[in-house]
């Protein structure tokens, strides 16, 4: 009976995941804090731990499918914002779902290797956090330093972050203000970047159904190591989100070229989800917004809990592979029939009719100005990782103020 | 179409004149004041604004974690992730978030007021 209740809160879980996954600035969060504010109602028909896998399974999920609005309709989150220009230069070129299945295999690899190496990483993290929290601000603000620097275009990647992060400190702390997130990452890396896709894409070529994927195997064992290694760093280290943390890793893996580039970027979310619960069981800390939810459900998290979690992990990996596969074909025809323009108009227009109805009128104001400082590095051509400081400043303030 | 030039004028106008508004709005931004006894489970997630007396101060062992037991017609317990200066009888002016803790409310606070001082 709990077998079939956790079975079923799973399939549950990878339902939810699909809609958010594929809805553009739906985010995991949103989901997942409804759950919490639900779980005494919810709580007389399903355990806690089958309320866990519920929010486990939806967060696998959607780091699968999320990349499919992130290439067909460039409308990324934060965690596949990086994504979106090498993913629209497959759609470009009519290779929407060639760039879908490279992320696939990032997602899928990236999520078994991370199980595979829980236990080397609980070991990890229990060795080196030390040495990160006596110096995680002065990390952070030289992994900043070091992102602006490397950036051709210094003076305005370092007015992007401190737009951003000044934007990510107001917001953070504006009293009384439900689901600030949604309009600060919907309008940087939302809304923006559909802006700037409507003003440069007037239609699409025709997209290929079934694009072979010709990737070197030490490519895909470069991008899959990178993987792992921002999965750890986003462990470690609050506020350096899955793009920010993939730039550190590109440092060690230089030369992927985008189809590296693109298997890089379908694991950073999936192993960030994986060893967050390495974060959450070695140092009660939580890294991300379905983390903290299950934190919130469950008095303490045993081992026990981490052991199921992590072959609820695997479970959803695999639907979340068929169904990625399924939808990315779903939407390489739609993308060929469907307005191109008219369809991201909708999305936008779904975004800010959503933003009052979640955060208010002060939600508006915010998704206005968050989306004019996300044009900013589309229009100079800095990296869009520079918005992060939206999360990274407030988080450099707190821990050096 | 807007050409690159102009796009990029607006945006860093609306960006910047957001800014400004955002900050004149957290400036002026106040949660009203409320009483002790309105902090309860219900409000679970909620932030909240109090006045209270400390009539306890407890500084937990290895962390930099306050616990403060706050009382006004009654009392409940408040949490600071840092070592705050406060001593038992000061009237405090707090804003913090509504948590159940084993069972019972308290607040995690994020900003502490003592006697007019932070």
Redesign the interface.
Known sequence: MVFLELLLAALLGTLAGVVTGLTPGIHINLVS?LI??AAPLLGQYFSLVSLCAFIISMSVTHSFLDTIPSVFLGAPDAATALGVLPGHRYLLRGWGLMAVKLSLVGSLVGAVLSVLLFPLFTLLVTLTYPFFKAVIGWLLLAIVLFMILRDRLKAWSAFVFL?AG??GV??L????LQNPLFPLLSGLFGVATLFVSL?ETTSLPPQQESPELNVRPGVTVQALSAGQIAGFLTAMLPGLGPASAAVLSLQVFRNLGDHGYMILQGSLSTVNFVLSLAALLVLDKARNGSVIAIQQLLASVTLAHIMLFLAITLTATGAATLLTLWFGKVFCRLVSVVNYRALVTGIILFIVILTPILSSW?GV??L???T??G??PA??KVARVHAMGCLLLPVILYFLG | MLNDRTLLIASVTVSLAGIGALAILLATSELPLEGLATVDASREGESVRVRATVTSVRHAKNASVTILTLSETLERKAVVFDVVNVTKGAVVDVIGDVQEYQGEPELVIRKLVVDGRR
């Open positions: 804090v919490v504010t737009l000044a934007l107001l917001v702390n504006l009293p009384g003003q002060t104001l915010i206005i100005t968050s004019a400082v044009l900013i229009i100079v």
